[in-house]
């Protein structure tokens, strides 16, 4: 089975602290999600990258960065946080383009960051 | 963009009894229809999906139904047990897309199913 790990179950943090989330995927995808998960919103996409070295924007990216410098690693990056980044964030991977098995994503466990 | 509706937002059934959740899609390109669970301190998992070319589709107490006229999708579950409690999301997207291409989720569904 595919195994997405997520460095940090729970993370207290404090204002204007830079911080950063990391996910490590054991099965060789090409393509990797870092989303946000909020009550009654969902999840919503901040960024994911295709490849090593690159990278998107999702549908949230202000106050955040992402660093993929091997292709099973996708780091996400609190520049500055601030309260309004206190959230679940999810990590995800999926295969390359193309078949039936390249659109499952498969989702860490996810990172409870409370910004205090 | 694709903007995705998910209804209700909780859901509470009788043991035995069964669940629908229901999504609308706004993007008329979209063609893949994913359901991910997430059971408490999980990430979510994805259950069943469906593509635009099939109208329906049954994996055992689960089934989806798509509408494509109407750009909207359905979970249905039957004869539901407690381990069906959890938190459902629908999803839309564009199957054959890019690796640049992204899954829209809807803003998820509580279930509890009481005993």
């Known amino acids: 089975d595919v195994k997405v790990t997520q460095s940090s179950r729970y993370l207290v943090k404090r204002t204007g602290e830079k911080v950063f989330l990391e996910c490590v995927q054991d099965m060789d995808h090409e393509n990797m999600f870092w989303y946000r998960q909020d009550p009654g919103l969902g999840l919503r996409l901040i960024y994911f990258s295709y490849d090593v070295k690159m990278k998107e924007k999702g549908d949230i990216p202000e106050g955040y960065s992402v660093s993929r410098e091997k292709k099973e690693r996708f780091s996400l990056i609190l520049e500055s946080a601030s309260t309004n980044q206190t959230s679940m964030y999810l990590c995800?991977?999926?295969?390359?383009?193309?078949?039936?098995?390249?659109?499952?994503?498969?989702f860490g466990s996810g990172t409870q960051l409370s910004v205090l | 963009g694709e903007n995705v509706e998910q209804h209700p937002s909780t859901l509470s059934v009788q043991e035995g009894d069964s669940a629908v959740i229901k999504c609308t899609y706004s993007?008329?390109?979209?063609?893949?229809f994913p359901w991910y669970k997430q059971e408490l301190g999980k990430g979510p998992q994805l259950i069943i999906d469906?593509?635009?070319?099939?109208g329906e589709k049954k994996d055992q107490r689960i089934a989806v139904t798509l509408n494509k006229t109407a750009k909207h999708f359905s979970l249905h579950i039957t004869e539901t047990q407690p381990e069906d409690s959890a938190v459902y999301f629908c999803a839309a997207a564009r199957r054959g897309y890019s690796s640049a291409s992204k899954i829209i989720f809807g803003s998820g569904t509580r279930l509890s199913i009481r005993p």
């Open positions: 995800a991977s999926r295969p390359g383009t193309g078949g039936n098995s390249g659109e499952k994503l498969f």
């Open positions: 469906i593509r635009s070319n099939v």
């Open positions: 993007d008329s390109a979209s063609n893949y």
